[in-house]
């Protein structure tokens, strides 16, 4: 497993920007965002595999959210665009050594403690 430290989560009025980062401890992993919010399942955002080759979005965030990452850094980012209400939730990156599935949750096996992201109207 990897350990994951997100950061950058915050208050942003709607239409408004956020970056969000995730530090990686040990091996480079394939990466994914995830959120949660207030009495709702945790859903997948993006993810993006080792080489940053490949990504993928979930149809909400698609054109508005860019995943990235920096190897050399052992960062992967969220850039989030055009923030809206819904947006509202703890966002939580994870780690997989396989991508097959990058939207399923069970796919993953390290995850970080996550970080609030809160978009007001």
């Known amino acids: 497993q990897v350990q994951l430290i997100e950061s950058g989560g915050g208050l942003v009025q709607a239409g408004g920007s956020l970056r969000l980062s995730c530090a990686a401890s040990?091996?480079?992993?394939?990466m994914g965002w995830f959120r949660q919010a207030p009495g709702k399942e945790r859903e997948f955002v993006a993810a993006?595999?080792?080489?940053?080759?490949?990504?993928y979005y979930a149809d909400s965030v698609k054109d508005r959210f860019t995943i990235s990452r920096d190897n050399a850094q052992n960062t992967v980012y969220l850039h989030m665009n055009g923030l809206k209400p819904e947006d509202t939730a703890v966002y939580y990156c994870?780690?997989?050594?396989?991508?097959?599935?990058?939207?399923?949750?069970?796919?993953?096996?390290?995850w970080g403690q996550g970080t609030q992201v809160t978009v007001s109207s």
């Open positions: 994870a780690g997989t050594l396989y991508l097959a599935l990058p939207s399923k949750l069970d796919a993953y096996n390290s």
């Open positions: 040990g091996r480079t992993y394939n």
């Open positions: 993006i595999s080792r080489n940053s080759g490949i990504t």
